[in-house]
C-alpha cells in the first residue's frame, strides 16, 4: 500500500470525528473511595520513603486517618441528600451515588478502620530480640524457616505493606456495590481481590499453612473472576452494552435506539441466561455460598487472624451489596427465572454452612462455616424482591460486620506457645481464666446464633420477615431450622468456656494494647445497641433502600 493511500484513508476517516469531550467527573460524590486510594498511594512512597524504624506508626496512622476522613465524606454526602433525593449516576454512567451505596461504603469503611486496628496489634506475641512483633512475617519474600527470615526476626524488621494493601482492598470494596456497568465492577472485583490474596499469605507463625490459603484462595479466586468475565462478555454481545440501565432495557424490551450491528444477536434468551448465571456466580464466590464456598473454611483458618476478620466481615458486605445493584437494577426482568435458583442455594448454603460447623474442631474453621451459614441467611432478604428485602440486607451486614470483626479479634487473644490457641479444645475452661474475654465472645456466639437482645436477633427477624411478606415462605422455615442447628454449635462453645475444667497446660490470654481493646468493644457495643434499640438503625437502612436506575 502506497503512503498516499495511507494518507488518504487516515484523512477521510479523521474527518467526521468531531473534538473528543473531556470526562465529567463528580469528585466531590466519590471522595470516599479517592481518599482512600489515594491514602493507599501515599502508603506505597510511605514505604520507598520513609525510615524502617518509623513506617509502622506512620502507616497506622494514615490508614486510620484516610479511613476517618472517608467515613466522614460518607456521611456528609447522606446528609446532603445523595441517598435519598439526589440520589444519580456519577462518573459518566460508571458509579452510581444512592442510599445503598452510601450505607454500605459506610458499613466497609467502619470495617477497615476496626480492621487496622487489629493489623496494628503488636502487645500478643512475646518480644522477640527485644523488638515487639505484630501477626504478619518479618519479611515476607524470605522462605519459611530459612536464615533469611530469622536475620529478618533478629533484625526487628515487620510487613508495614498490608496498611497500603488493605487501603487498597478497602478501595476497590467501596466501588464494587457501587458500579453501575459491568467492566465498573470487575475492574473493582480485581482490586480489592488482589490485596485480600496477598494479605492471605503473610501470617508470621504457621506460615505454610497460610501461604497454602492464599494460593487456594487466588486459584479459586481467579476461576471465579474469569467465569464473571465470561458473564460479562456474554451479557454485553446480548444488550450490546455494559451499563446496567441498557441490559434492564433490553432484558424489558424498552429499548428505543439499537446499533445495527448488534441488532443479530441482540435479546438471544440464552445469551442472557448464560451471562447473568455466570456474574452471579462470581459474586456468590465472594459471598462464599455454596456450592462456591469450599475456599472459606481453608481460607479462614490459614490467613492470619486479624485479615481473616477484616476479610469476613467487608467482603461479604462489597459482595451481597454488588449481589443486590446486579438483581435489582439489572435483572429485574428475569426475576422468575433466577429467583427459584437463588432459593435452592439459599436453602443449601443455610443447611450446608450449619450442618458441616457441628463437625468443626477449629475455632476459625467453625466461624468460617457460621459464615456460610450468615450468607444463607443474608440471600433469603435478597430473595424477597422488594424495598424491605434491600433494608432488610443492608441492616444485617451492617450487624453482622461488627460482630464478626469482634469475634475474631477476641481468637487473637487465646494464645498458647504456638502463638493463637485455635483448636476448640483449649478453649475449655476459659471462662474461669479470663470470665471477660470469654464473656465477650459469648455475647458475639449468641449475636451469631441470632438470640434476642443481639443485633442478629434484629438482622435476621428483618431478613425472615421480608422473605415471608415477599412470598418465600419455605425459605423462611428452612432458615429457622438452619438456625436452631447453629445454635447448637455456638451454645456448645459458650458451654466448653464456662462448663468445663480449664487444662493445666491451657492457653494464656494475652493483654492486648488498645487498638485491640477498642476494635472489641466497638463489637460488642453495636451488638448490644443494635439488638436492644435496632429501631432507629432499621429506618436508615429503609432510607437507604431505593436504587438509582
Not at 498458647?416 to 456466639?445: C, I, M, N, Q, Y
Request: charged content about 10%; hydrophobic content about 55%; aromatic content about 10%.
Amino acid at each position: 500500500m502506497s503512503a498516499t493511500a495511507v494518507h488518504s484513508l487516515w484523512t477521510t476517516a479523521a474527518d467526521p470525528i468531531s473534538k473528543i469531550d473531556a470526562p465529567k467527573i463528580e469528585y466531590a460524590q466519590l471522595s470516599p473511595t479517592l481518599i482512600v486510594i489515594g491514602a493507599a498511594v501515599i502508603g506505597v512512597l510511605i514505604e520507598a520513603f520513609v525510615p524502617r524504624k518509623s513506617r509502622y506508626y506512620v502507616q497506622v496512622f494514615v490508614s486510620a486517618v484516610a479511613l476517618a476522613a472517608a467515613f466522614a465524606a460518607v456521611v456528609a454526602l447522606a446528609a446532603g441528600g445523595y441517598g435519598t433525593t439526589k440520589a444519580h449516576i456519577a462518573a459518566m454512567g460508571a458509579i452510581a451515588v444512592d442510599g445503598p451505596a452510601l450505607f454500605l461504603q459506610g458499613t466497609i469503611l467502619l470495617a477497615g478502620l476496626l480492621g487496622v486496628f487489629t493489623f496494628a496489634e503488636r502487645r500478643l506475641d512475646p518480644e522477640a530480640h527485644g523488638n515487639r512483633v505484630d501477626s504478619f512475617a518479618a519479611q515476607a519474600a524470605s522462605v519459611p524457616g530459612s536464615d533469611s527470615e530469622k536475620a529478618a526476626v533478629k533484625a526487628g524488621f515487620t510487613t508495614t505493606e498490608v496498611f497500603p494493601l488493605l487501603l487498597f482492598a478497602v478501595g476497590g470494596m467501596l466501588i464494587f456495590p457501587a458500579a453501575n456497568d459491568l467492566l465498573t465492577l470487575f475492574i473493582a472485583l480485581e482490586v480489592f481481590s488482589l490485596p485480600l490474596y496477598l494479605l492471605c499469605a503473610v501470617a508470621r507463625r504457621k506460615r505454610l499453612l497460610s501461604q497454602e490459603a492464599a494460593v487456594k484462595y487466588f486459584l479459586l479466586g481467579a476461576f471465579a473472576s474469569a467465569f464473571t468475565l465470561f458473564g460479562i462478555a456474554l451479557l454485553y454481545g446480548y444488550a450490546g452494552s455494559v451499563s446496567y440501565a441498557t441490559i434492564a432495557q433490553v432484558v424489558d424490551g424498552t429499548i428505543q435506539n439499537i446499533d445495527p450491528a448488534l441488532a443479530d444477536t441482540m435479546g438471544n434468551d440464552a445469551l442472557l441466561l448464560i451471562g447473568a448465571a455466570m456474574v452471579v456466580m462470581g459474586l456468590l464466590f465472594k459471598v462464599g455460598a455454596v456450592p462456591f464456598h469450599m475456599w472459606t473454611p481453608d481460607v479462614y483458618q490459614g490467613a492470619p487472624t486479624p485479615v481473616t476478620g477484616f476479610m469476613a466481615a467487608a467482603t461479604k458486605v462489597a459482595a451481597f451489596g454488588a449481589l443486590l445493584r446486579l438483581l435489582y437494577v439489572v435483572l429485574p426482568g428475569l426475576r422468575w427465572d433466577w429467583r427459584p435458583v437463588m432459593m435452592a442455594v439459599a436453602i443449601v448454603t443455610m443447611l450446608g454452612g450449619a450442618i458441616v460447623a457441628i463437625t468443626q474442631t477449629d475455632i476459625k474453621r467453625l466461624l468460617a462455616y457460621s459464615s456460610i451459614a450468615h450468607a444463607g441467611f443474608i440471600l433469603a432478604g435478597v430473595i424477597a424482591t422488594s424495598p424491605d428485602g434491600v433494608s432488610s440486607v443492608l441492616f444485617y451486614l451492617g450487624a453482622y460486620s461488627f460482630v464478626t470483626i469482634g469475634a475474631f479479634a477476641v481468637v487473637t487473644l487465646v494464645r498458647d506457645a504456638g502463638g493463637e490457641a485455635t483448636h476448640l479444645s483449649k478453649w475449655a475452661g476459659l471462662g474461669r481464666r479470663s470470665p471477660l474475654v470469654a464473656a465477650v465472645f459469648a455475647v458475639f456466639l449468641l449475636a451469631f446464633a441470632g438470640i434476642p437482645l443481639t443485633s442478629g436477633f434484629a438482622g435476621k427477624f428483618a431478613v425472615f420477615k421480608a422473605a415471608a411478606e415477599g412470598g418465600a415462605g419455605a425459605l423462611v422455615v428452612v432458615g429457622v431450622i438452619s438456625s436452631a442447628i447453629a445454635a447448637f454449635f455456638y451454645i456448645r462453645v459458650i458451654v466448653l468456656m464456662f462448663f468445663s475444667e480449664p487444662r493445666p497446660d491451657g492457653p494464656t490470654v494475652a493483654v492486648p494494647s488498645p487498638l485491640t481493646m477498642t476494635a472489641i468493644g466497638v463489637g460488642v457495643a453495636v451488638t448490644l445497641v443494635l439488638g436492644v434499640a435496632p429501631q432507629y438503625f432499621l429506618d436508615l437502612a429503609g432510607q437507604a433502600g431505593v436504587f438509582v436506575r
